[in-house]
């Protein structure tokens, strides 16, 4: 249940905007699931360079926020189902006032957190980028001395 503290502040969103604010955070949400899997691949090609002394540290981090990142994206799916299927709420009709500010209440706590969730992925995303380069560059330099 969420709680609101401004009845004028929910009013922003109509019920088609909010459907397609659902529809666009279930796909993103999609995607990320297929590049979380991806980067479990990229993790996993170069698992025994960042296993090594120098990116040991960097490497389990990274390992550990990516799973904990892989097992929050299922449910946010989920939520964001319940949710666009709790906007008909908003078009049956019938008058229900609490109920039709609580569905707009959700809808901008889960805006938050999906942006928020979002942000996460990428700034991991970022940091596993940035080793596997580092790798990579090290690898290709060495290549180019023998």
């Avoid at 980067?39 to 698992?47: I, K, N, P, R, V």
């Avoid at 049956?92 to 209440?105: H, I, S, T």
Wanted: proline share 2%.
């Amino acid at each position: 249940m969420v709680l609101y503290s401004n009845p004028k502040y929910l009013e922003w969103k109509g019920v088609e905007e909010m459907h397609h604010d659902a529809t666009r955070w279930m796909s993103e949400l999609q995607f990320l699931e297929n590049e979380h899997r991806f980067l479990e691949d990229l993790l996993g090609t170069y698992f025994l360079k960042l296993s090594s002394e120098k990116y040991y540290d960097e490497g389990k981090s990274i390992a550990q926020e990516l799973s904990v990142i892989g097992d929050q994206i299922k449910p946010y799916i989920d939520e964001v189902r319940s949710h666009n299927n709790e906007l008909e709420v908003l078009i049956d009709g019938v008058d229900q006032p609490f109920e039709e500010k609580e569905v707009k209440a959700t809808h901008r706590m889960l805006q938050d957190k999906i942006v928020h969730f979002i942000s996460q992925f990428n700034e991991l995303k970022l940091k596993l980028y940035v080793v596997v380069q580092e790798i990579m560059k090290e690898s290709k330099a060495k290549h180019l001395l023998k």
